[in-house]
């Protein structure tokens, strides 16, 4: 059975940094392609950044600069550096992955992340 685990969430000040981390468990699970989502008020999930097992990414506009996704393939393990946070950051972040191009997209079940002071 396929689980992806999202850890590293919490509050922290504006200006500040989390690393969230998404390990992936199950039979033969690894990554072909990983990422994160997040939802925050008033909006709609959306896109935050995604990897590749080969390493290549991209990013929403809005985390340019300042969120840096990263992952460990012996470690079935993606991870989500973000810096210089900002309130309106404040979301649940949702890692997700594929094992092949053409199977369905996994889930985790979210980490809260609030930046406040």
């Known amino acids: 059975q396929v689980q992806l685990v999202e850890s590293g969430g919490g509050l922290v000040q504006p200006g500040g940094s989390l690393r969230l981390s998404c390990a992936a468990s199950?039979?033969?699970?690894?990554?072909?392609?990983g990422g994160w989502y997040r939802q925050t008020p008033g909006k709609e999930r959306e896109l935050v950044a995604n990897?590749?097992?080969?390493?290549?990414?991209n990013y929403a506009d809005f985390v340019k600069g300042r969120f840096t996704i990263s992952s460990d393939n012996a470690k079935n393990t993606v991870y989500l550096r973000m810096n210089s946070l900002k309130p309106e950051d404040t979301g649940v972040y949702y890692c997700?992955?594929?094992?092949?191009?053409?199977?369905?997209?996994?889930w985790g079940q979210g980490t809260q992340v609030t930046v406040s002071s």
């Open positions: 990897i590749t097992s080969g390493g290549s990414t």
């Open positions: 997700t992955g594929k094992r092949t191009l053409f199977e369905v997209r996994y």
């Open positions: 199950g039979s033969t699970f690894k990554f072909y392609t």
